[in-house]
C-alpha cells in the first residue's frame, strides 16, 4: 500500500480507503463487515471514511465497535456532518455541528475525528456561522482537519478567502472515469489551495468492475439486486454505459490487472487525488481493489479508455 499527504495536514492517507456508506451498519451483515475492517488493516489501509447519516448513526456505531481494540493512532478517521438525522437535526449551524460532532465521537467511541467534513454545502445557513463553529471544533482538540464534500467551485472559493478560520485540507468528490466533473474546476482550485481530493464512488458503484453485462440479468448478491444498497446504482445500468465498460476489459488485461484495479489506478494517476474510497462487502473485494495501488500503467492504455467511455452516459 502506497500513501500520499492529504492536502496542507500532516495527515498521510493510503491510497486506498475504506468506505462505510450503504453497506456497514445497513446493507452489510456484521461479520462481514468487521472482517472487511479486519483486512483493510492486514492490507495496510488506514483511511476510514464515514458519515453520520448513514444509517442515522449505525455505520459510526458499527465502527465505534470494530475499532475499539486498536490503537488510535494506527489510523485515520473522518466523518461527517450536514445529513437529516431526524426530528429537525439537519444542517450546519452553530449548533447543529456542536450536537453532530458530540453524537458522533459517542458512536465512534473515540475523542477526537481526524477529519471532519461538511457532507454538503448548507444553503440556510450563513457560510461564516458555518466556518467559526468549524474553527472551534478543531481548536477544542474534538477535530484534527476540516473538509468537505461536493461543494461547488464558487463555494469551494468563498471558503478558501475568509480570514481568521481553520481551512479545509480535503474534497470528497464523486469522481471516477465515468464521472470526470471535477477535473474542470474543482481539482484545479483544490491543488492550488492545499486541498486534496478523497474520491467517492471511483468504480461509480461497482458498475467498472465489469460484472454487470449489458441486456443481461443482474447478478445475484450484488449492490444492483440490494434492496438496501441499490438504489443509486440504476442510474449507471443502461446498455450505453454497461457496453463501454466491457469494452475497457481488454485495456486492463494489456495492463496486467483486473478492471476494477485499472478504473481505480485511472483515479489515482491524478496528482491532487489523495485516495480512493471504496466499499467492500466482502475481504476478497478489498484485496483486489487495495492491489490499485502502486500500479504502473501506460498512460496511452488511460487515453484509449477515456476516449472509449467518453460517449456513455447515466441515465437520469
Not at 480507503?17 to 475492517?37: I, K, M, N
Not at 471535477?182 to 483544490?190: A, D, G, M, T, Y
Request: glycine residues 8%; proline residues 4%; charged residues 25%.
Amino acid at each position: 500500500m502506497k500513501y500520499r499527504k492529504l492536502g496542507a495536514s500532516d495527515l498521510n492517507v493510503s491510497e486506498i480507503s475504506l468506505g462505510s456508506w450503504l453497506t456497514y451498519g445497513v446493507g452489510v451483515e456484521r461479520d462481514s463487515a468487521a472482517a472487511c475492517v479486519n483486512a483493510a488493516f492486514d492490507l495496510g489501509i488506514n483511511f476510514i471514511d464515514t458519515a453520520n447519516v448513514y444509517g442515522r448513526g449505525a455505520a459510526e456505531s458499527f465502527l465505534g465497535e470494530a475499532l475499539a481494540g486498536r490503537k488510535r493512532d494506527s489510523y485515520v478517521l473522518a466523518t461527517k456532518v450536514f445529513g437529516d438525522m431526524g426530528e429537525g437535526n439537519q444542517g450546519l449551524s452553530r449548533a447543529q455541528i456542536e450536537k453532530q460532532l458530540d453524537d458522533s465521537l459517542k458512536r465512534l467511541r473515540t475523542d477526537f475525528v481526524d477529519l471532519y467534513q461538511c457532507h454538503r454545502y448548507d444553503e440556510k445557513t450563513p457560510l461564516d456561522e458555518t466556518m467559526e463553529a468549524l474553527t472551534r471544533a478543531v481548536k477544542s482538540g474534538k477535530v484534527r482537519w476540516l473538509g468537505f464534500s461536493e461543494w461547488s467551485p464558487q463555494q469551494i472559493e468563498a471558503s478558501i478567502a475568509m480570514k481568521g478560520v481553520e481551512h479545509f485540507v480535503s474534497s470528497q468528490p464523486q469522481y471516477s472515469l465515468l464521472w470526470r466533473r471535477p477535473e474542470k474546476k474543482v481539482i484545479p482550485i483544490s491543488a492550488a489551495n492545499g486541498i486534496s481530493q478523497i474520491v467517492w464512488s471511483p468504480l461509480a458503484q461497482g458498475v467498472l468492475s465489469g460484472k454487470y453485462l449489458p441486456g443481461a440479468k443482474l447478478p445475484e448478491h450484488t449492490r444492483a439486486t440490494s434492496d438496501a444498497m441499490g438504489g443509486f446504482i440504476k442510474s449507471w445500468l443502461n446498455d450505453s454505459v454497461l457496453e463501454a465498460v466491457q469494452k475497457l476489459k481488454p485495456l486492463a488485461q494489456e495492463a496486467g490487472c483486473t478492471l476494477p484495479q485499472f478504473a481505480l489506478a485511472w483515479v489515482l494517476r491524478e496528482p491532487n487525488v489523495a485516495s480512493a474510497i471504496v466499499g467492500a462487502s466482502r475481504p476478497d473485494q478489498l484485496r483486489e481493489n487495495a492491489a490499485a495501488s502502486g500500479l504502473t500503467i501506460d498512460p496511452a492504455l488511460f487515453a484509449k479508455a477515456e476516449e472509449i467511455v467518453a460517449g456513455a452516459e447515466r441515465s437520469s
